[in-house]
Nanobody, 124 residues
Framework: QVQLVESGGGLVQAGGSLRLSCAAS????????MGWFRQAPGKDREFVSA????????RYGDSVKGRFTISRDNAKNTMYLQMNSLKPEDTAVYFC?????????????????WGQGTQVTVSS
């Protein structure tokens, strides 16, 4: 069992930055592929970024490529999402997810555990 808790969301002006954190419990974090997804009101859950257990391979959604950076610290059981140059269209609830299979997935159905989400609001 893996429990995930996101933090770091908030209200920011367009062009600003936020760093999200995802704290994981359990000993399987270092063996888990991890992902970030987001969901805006009335929209499907959207892939943001994902990484392999070691962090050696990452992938980004087209809408965030070049602006967001995913990282992890396996010693701290924590994953991060650095979000720069934020836009109003980045406004959503952001979720972290853990996957017990390798390597990672861009499909939310490929993840086994989810956090409760953290709200990110970008004002224009």
């Amino acid at each position: 069992q893996v429990q995930l808790v996101e933090s770091g969301g908030g209200l920011v002006q367009a062009g600003g930055s936020l760093r999200l954190s995802c704290a994981a419990s359990g000993r399987t974090f270092s063996n888990s592929a991890m992902g970030w997804f987001r969901q805006a009101p009335g929209k499907d859950r959207e892939f943001v970024s994902a990484m392999t257990p070691s962090g050696g391979s990452t992938r980004y959604g087209d809408s965030v490529k070049g602006r967001f950076t995913i990282s992890r610290d396996n010693a701290k059981n924590t994953m991060y999402l650095q979000m720069n140059s934020l836009k109003p269209e980045d406004t959503a609830v952001y979720f972290c997810a853990a996957r017990m299979a390798y390597p990672y997935s861009t499909d939310p159905r490929g993840y086994d555990y989810w956090g409760q989400g953290t709200q990110v609001t970008v004002s224009s």
